[in-house]
């Protein structure tokens, strides 16, 4: 990583160069601030702010069009721990991480051809992702600990290139498909920690997923039927700390082993509540 330096003028220069990225510091950047003072760094991989130790030299709110103009070269980005809360996207940027901030807002214009294709949300304070709409090249996205809801996998329809898909410790109680939903490159995809009662698969067809995650939520009953069309390929379920009913979840656990999928604990037994009866160390009531 290369240190930037701030030089009369507000020039932000890089130093040197090592493993192609640039990191710049010590500067400021608020809403309604005249950015003409700063002469940015033409440069392809660029990093604001350290995580996880923090620098209280850094500090950007808002990348608003301006900016965002001037990032144009830019195809790599980290910006971490800086208390950013809202960001115009570029159509060039390709890998972002944003993750460690205030993240509320990240901005895109209909009819550009953006061309992100990792994205790392994670822990930040994201209520709603319709931006995910204008993004059709994505193939990696971490929204874990962010505070969503309830989702609409129909903002995912264009999101064809995805495969891996991290929803992980937010709240999301509810999530609903307008019509059939296929994402044929999915293979990860991580719900657990979440207050989901139910889970309905009907719609979706993940022909890839491998690896599911849904432990740890509230869920009574999970359809195999669903599991057996939606996912024809799962090979791994994490379903521990969840509130199944016995009965069914013997049956599910059977037709899980006839299939060749891994119905596994994904916590340390430990860490359950009190739990009379167990099968395959998923806990049921």
Known sequence: MVAFRCTIGRKLECSEHRDMECEISNFTIVESMDLSEYEFPDHPHLAIGTYPHSDDSTYVVTIGKELADRLQSTEKL??????????????????????????????????????????????????????????????????????????SF???????????????????????????????????????????????????????????????????????????????????????????????LNATIRQLHQLGVKAMAYYDTEDQEHCNTAIDEICCY
């Open 78 to 151: 980290e910006i971490q721990n800086v208390s950013l809360q809202t960001m115009v996207l570029w159509t060039n940027l390709r890998s972002l991480d944003a993750s460690h901030n205030y993240f509320f807002e990240l901005m895109v214009e209909p009819g550009q051809n953006y061309q992100l294709r990792e994205l790392n949300l994670s822990y930040n304070r994201f209520q709603s992702i319709e931006f995910v709409q204008a993004l059709p090249a994505l193939r990696t996205l971490d929204l874990r600990h962010n505070y969503l809801e309830s989702l």
């Open 154 to 248: 129909s903002l995912f329809d264009m999101a064809t290139e995805l495969w891996k898909l991290n929803l992980a410790n937010n709240r999301i109680q509810t999530i609903s498909t307008d019509g059939s939903l296929h994402l044929p490159r999915l293979s990860t995809l991580l719900l657990h920690d979440n207050l989901l009662s139910v889970l309905d698969a009907s719609e979706w067809r993940f022909s890839m997923l491998q690896e599911l995650n849904v432990a740890r939520n509230r869920l009574r009953y999970l359809s195999m039927c669903e599991v057996n069309h939606s996912f024809p390929h799962l090979q791994t379920l994490y379903m521990d700390e969840n509130r199944w009913e016995c009965g069914h």
